[in-house]
């Protein structure tokens, strides 16, 4: 016992450990900023920011922590999301049946996929995870019944036990809030937890893994399940946040935002992918109305993020006040 | 004599045309440490990958502990307690020296399909792993992370993860690969400690090391067993003296 | 499902694998021998594209317009690399997707900025308008021929560059194994300059040549990349050869299924069902056939890395 508590590893303590309560902080205070500006509109920014972290912090996790890069995390979004609208198109709206549907599903692709995009490594496993990801999204676009390319509208938010308490914007923030801090901490828990370790090892170096006695394979594919339920669960949401759903959640394009995202935030901290959600969402917000052409300002920024700041925004805090500390 | 550990009969390894491993047919007795020398290319890190599971023998059968494992993948022959180190390097070097070693603990004891609580704060994980750091001489470094090790106390971190697993068969290919005098002349010590504790199969290129620590040596050249037996007698074979150890005995 | 229908749409999907292979072909060797995702390659096939407009616009000569969209497009690409791109080479894979991901963005924006949103056409050379009489009541249009010739023509001399030549040599030592090539002390900074160049034609003559046949507008160059990224995983990063045969088996696998997709599913389920499902069974087609390949050969038809 003595000797546990010698060796653990010493931390220096860091302004960023406190960083995650800050973020917290500031969500869960946001609405009532937002009561003394257009409230619905920002109340609206910042639960798409919330929703988008959640989907963001599931691909930091795998892709932060397991080395697995996914370019086609939208998919799970999409069927998330399309699982609210379809079951809602045949008048389920309870959310005690609808979530638990959207992560069974997202779950279940995420098994069968993830069977065969694990077989293959780095660029391959990139190019396969972006395959699956237009799969998924040819497939919603031909679904005639429920709007094909044109996506269907909800009729109402997600109900509870015949109530609707989602349908006031503040309490539904704070649902969205809840579920953001739920996936937050579980990811959290399950990168320090012995199946992440493992998890983390297989990143560093599966032969040696597979030396040891672990079958990394499984391993990863758990993980993946996860990334996608958490997926999944921002899917859920997001159908619920716009009313609507469509095969647009699941573009390619919509895969390179998240990656984004991730390396806005910096990479493999979790936290940063809500940074990072928020910098992209904020941003994309602020620079469109300034011009319609914002991606002219937005597209060389990504340019100069990845050539001059390595580690994202949280990179960039621990360059500023690891230097603070030292001067 | 007991079973033995490990047996390979008849096995073959080519690549392309070349024959790496040609009918090499061994066995290791329980407690026995057997070293196999060879120059250069004759196909030892090979035949250890073989058995480890990394590379699928041709034709032949491995035998462990009465298993045939041929067909097994490493990770599953890892769980039979076949335990290996690397000729070059092969740690996690963003992972501190315990926390090497205690994964491979952790492989051995319980599940690791546990999604919560931090297992590096685990004593049952804990307590093994800085044992094995100990018996390598590495407890001091415990908490350095593996990129950070100088090359020989990686040398003994690699062999603090195989110690971990506890082993019925630890694979050595060659543990003082790169090292210093001094550092080399640790690992001896630290290999005679374990000698008797371990089956183990050596692989190694200092002959001063391999004649003081082995029971039976083989000699490996162009992928066949020239000789095989104890020290003495291996060092007395006139084939083995042409063909190997001639001048490096002189 | 008539059999001269089967002709014309195997004709069409030569031509789509063409096109693919001439896109294909500039992102495998850049992919194999610098190790290196450029998302952005597809843009460069709309620039050709809409240079070749402009150019046309001016000059009224399409042979012209294609030689100067060609020029146009190497220096911009060159300028690309020069300033962005070399600077991707030794960074990890997320990092050249978000640049190059960045790149897109910009240069769809301002290829609407430029020329406008609205699509615009390039007409077909006046001596290769027309159709041509293949088989007896078969009519083919002339210049569909003309791009599966000059694909096929590129492809050939893209093989002889590429096996009798010292730099494609080079190329194809540095698909294999890029530490190799470097201690042969080549300059590898310019060999990486001349593939990407060659690349970077390549996509552009493509979008030249299928400018009279599609409509030109931002974002097309966008859902050939992803194609272009199956073909090459297919066949195996940095192959030719696995980019030619993956192509030419993605181009007729595409058209043919979507042709024939709901005749097909006619003869199992009643039309209805078979002409909802019919569709997106065609569009996920070649995604099912990369998963497959992938499945069974994890690095392609035609591995060139490794051993």
């Known amino acids: ?63 932060g922590y397991g080395g697995l890069v996914s370019f086609g995390h939208a998919a799970f979004v999409g069927i998330g999301a399309y699982s609210v609208g379809i079951l809602s198109a045949h008048g389920v709206t309870d959310i005690l049946i609808s979530l638990p549907v959207a992560l069974a599903a997202s779950a279940i692709f995420a098994y069968l996929t993830g069977t065969v995009c694990l ?9 396969i995870t972006l395959a699956f990801g237009q799969m998924v999204y040819f497939v919603a676009g031909s679904l005639a019944p429920y709007g094909g390319d044109d996506g269907m509208t909800l009729q109402v938010r997600s109900t509870l036990l015949g109530f609707q308490p989602f349908k ?20 959290r828990a399950i990168v320090a937890s012995r199946f992440g370790r493992v998890f983390r090892g297989a990143k560093e170096n599966p032969v040696r893994m597979a030396t040891i006695g672990y079958d990394v394979f499984k391993y990863q594919r758990i993980a993946y399940v996860i990334a996608g339920m958490i997926g999944g669960l921002a899917g859920f949401l997001l159908a619920n946040v716009v009313e609507f759903v469509s095969p647009a959640y699941m573009s390619w394009q919509r895969s390179g935002e998240l990656i984004i995202m991730v390396l806005f935030g910096g990479i493999g901290t979790l936290y940063g992918a809500i940074v990072g959600a928020a910098a992209f969402l904020l941003l994309e917000d602020g620079l469109g109305s300034i ?17 001059f700041a390595r580690g994202g925004v949280v990179g960039l805090i621990e360059r500023l006040t690891g230097r603070a500390g030292r001067g | 004599m007991a079973d033995p550990v490990l ?16 009918g090499v047919t061994l066995d290791i007795g329980a407690g026995e440490l057997h070293a196999v020398i060879g120059p250069n290319g004759a196909g030892k890190t090979t035949l250890i990958n073989q058995i480890s599971g990394l590379l699928a023998p041709d034709d032949g059968a491995i035998v462990f502990n009465g298993t045939n ?37 952790q492989a051995r004891s319980g599940s690791s399909y546990k999604f919560a609580g931090a297992a590096a704060r685990e004593a049952e994980l804990n307590d093994p792993a800085f044992a094995a750091l100990e018996e390598v001489g590495l407890s001091t470094r415990a908490d350095v992370l593996a990129a950070h090790l100088s090359h020989g106390e990686k040398r003994a971190l690699e062999l603090a993860i195989a110690l971990a697993m506890q082993p019925k068969l630890l694979l050595l290919d060659e543990p003082m690969a790169g090292t210093g005098h001094e550092e080399g002349a640790r690992l001896v010590g630290v290999l005679q400690r374990l000698k008797g504790r371990f089956s183990m199969l050596l692989v190694e290129h200092d002959m001063n090391a391999v004649f003081a620590l082995a029971d039976r040596i083989s000699v490996l050249t162009y992928g066949r067993i020239l000789a095989s037996g104890a020290p003495a007698a291996v060092r007395a074979d006139p084939a083995v003296v042409t063909a190997y150890l001639g001048d490096e005995l002189e | 499902m008539s059999l001269s229908l089967l002709f014309v749409q195997t004709l069409n999907g030569l031509q789509f694998g063409v096109l693919l292979f001439l896109i294909a072909a500039g992102l495998t060797l850049v992919f194999g021998v610098m190790d290196f995702i450029n998302l952005a390659h597809g843009v460069q096939y709309m620039l050709g594209a809409y240079l070749a407009v402009m150019f046309y616009a001016l000059t009224g000569n399409f042979l012209v317009a294609l030689v100067l969209a060609l020029a146009a497009a190497l220096v911009f690409g060159l300028l690309l690399e020069f300033v962005v791109f070399r600077h991707l080479y030794e960074r990890d894979h997320l990092e050249q997707v978000i640049a190059t991901f960045g790149i897109i963005m910009f240069l769809n924006q301002g290829v609407k900025v430029v020329w406008g949103a609205a699509p615009l056409s390039l007409p077909i ?26 694909g096929l023509g590129v492809g050939l001399i ?67 990349l992803i194609l272009a990224f199956v073909v090459i995983v297919i066949g195996g990063i940095g192959s030719m050869r696995g980019a030619f045969i993956a192509a030419l088996l993605i181009g007729l696998v595409d058209t043919l299924g979507r042709s024939f997709a709901i005749d097909i599913l006619r003869l199992v389920m009643p039309p209805s069902p078979a002409r909802t499902v019919g569709p997106a069974i065609a569009s996920m087609l070649i995604y099912v056939l990369m998963a497959l390949v992938l499945y069974f050969r994890p690095a392609g038809l035609f591995p060139v890395r490794g051993r």
């Not at chain 2, 047996?7 to 040609?22: A, E, H, Y």
């Open chain 1, 291 to 307: 011009t319609e052409n914002w991606k002219l300002i937005f597209g060389p920024m990504l340019v100069l993020i990845v050539l």
């Open chain 1, 1 to 63: 016992m003595t000797d546990t508590t010698l060796i653990a590893p010493q931390r220096k303590p860091h302004a960023l450990e406190l960083a995650p309560v800050f973020i917290f902080l500031v969500l869960a205070l946001a609405p009532v900023a937002a009561a003394f500006g257009p409230e619905t509109y920002l109340l609206g920014l910042f639960t798409r920011v919330m929703v988008f972290a959640i989907a963001a912090l599931a691909l930091d996790f795998i892709c």
């Open chain 2, 69 to 105: 494992v041929t067909a097994l993948p490493s990770n599953k022959r890892a769980e039979l307690g076949l335990a290996r180190s690397f000729q070059i390097t092969s740690v996690l070097p963003k992972f501190s020296a315990l926390e090497n070693v205690a994964l491979a603990v």
């Open chain 1, 168 to 187: 006031n914007d503040r309490v539904f923030y704070y649902a969205v809030l809840l579920f953001l801090l739920a996936a937050y901490l579980a990811c």
């Open chain 3, 125 to 150: 050379p006046e001596m290769l308008s027309g159709t041509i009489v293949l088989m007896p009541g078969i009519l083919y249009p002339v210049w569909r021929l003309v791009i599966i010739g000059s």
């Open chain 1, 119 to 127: 077989r293959t490594k780095s660029v391959y496993f990139i190019m």
């Open chain 2, 7 to 22: 047996q390979l009969t008849n096995l073959r390894k080519s690549f392309g045309g070349l024959v790496v491993t040609d």
């Open chain 3, 158 to 224: 893209l093989y002889l560059l590429v096996t009798q030549t010292r730099v494609g040599m080079l190329v194809r030592a540095g698909a294999t194994n890029a530490r190799i090539v470097s201690a042969l002390g080549v300059d590898i900074r310019r060999l990486f300059m001349i593939v990407f160049g060659f690349g970077t034609m390549l996509a552009a003559f493509a979008g030249v040549m299928i400018a009279p046949i599609l409509s030109v507008e931002p974002g097309m160059g966008d859902g050939v």
